[in-house]
């Protein structure tokens, strides 16, 4: 049945084509090859980086004028890394591969949300949150990131008691930052793990703290402690 201006009815919409497996699995395999290619293009890169060097490289011919030879030898360095069309390259095979390859991700810890300090930028971002019973541990995740040009060396974090309203403590000799100091090269992203022991003595409740990164006075994070009551 068709409408007075000539389109078809809803009841003859292609369905069968949007949801036919076969023609899905065509496109999904499309999108693998896209991506496998650009992958081996940049593998392919950096092996000829390894084994020429950029001396190697920039042997070819260069113009007359020093300003002209300098521009000349920035231009192959940037076209031989990449520098307009990696990110994006990353970007996204990184965004099609969570996509696909959902199980393939490592395991989040619960008690982090979005945690994570940049050290380039100088911001903070998310909160530690976690839960435990007296005589658990509980165990967050927190990244450390330096999108930046510069070398940071080693980080250390550290973080001091939390506190209850009512004014309970958890010391600060349970809680444990694993590694203690993480090398943050430039351009890198590491993951610490935070965990905290609870006593048994310790009250149900909440306890609260902060995560501060020595050295770096306006970067900080909120740590909260819930202690559950004790099985029974």
Do not use: K
């Amino acid at each position: 049945m068709e409408r007075g201006n000539g389109a078809a009815s809803g009841g003859e919409l292609p369905w069968a084509a949007v949801f036919d497996p076969a023609a899905n699995m065509r496109a999904l395999t499309g999108i693998q090859a896209e991506g496998l290619r650009a992958a081996s293009g940049l593998v392919d890169r950096f092996i000829r980086i390894a084994a020429t060097g950029l001396n190697g490289i920039e042997g070819g011919a260069e113009t007359s004028t020093g300003d002209s030879r300098g521009n000349g030898r920035q231009d192959r360095r940037a076209d031989l890394f990449g520098a307009t069309d990696i990110e994006p390259l990353l970007r996204s095979w990184l965004a099609m591969m969570e996509q696909m390859l959902p199980g393939a991700a490592p395991p989040e810890h619960d008690g982090a949300e979005g945690a994570a300090l940049d050290f380039s930028r100088s911001v903070a971002s998310g909160r530690i949150e976690l839960t435990a019973h007296p005589q658990e541990t509980a165990r967050a995740e927190v990244w450390l990131r330096n999108p930046g040009r510069a070398d940071l060396g080693p980080v250390r974090l550290r973080c001091g008691d939390l506190l209850a309203a009512d004014g309970g403590t958890v010391p600060a000799t349970t809680v444990r930052i694993d590694p203690a100091a993480v090398p943050m090269p430039a351009r890198s992203s590491r993951g610490i793990e935070l965990s905290v022991h609870v006593d048994a003595g310790v009250a149900p409740g909440w306890y609260r703290g902060m995560l501060l990164a020595q050295g770096y006075p306006e970067l900080w994070l909120p740590v909260g402690l819930r202690v559950c009551e004790p099985d029974a």
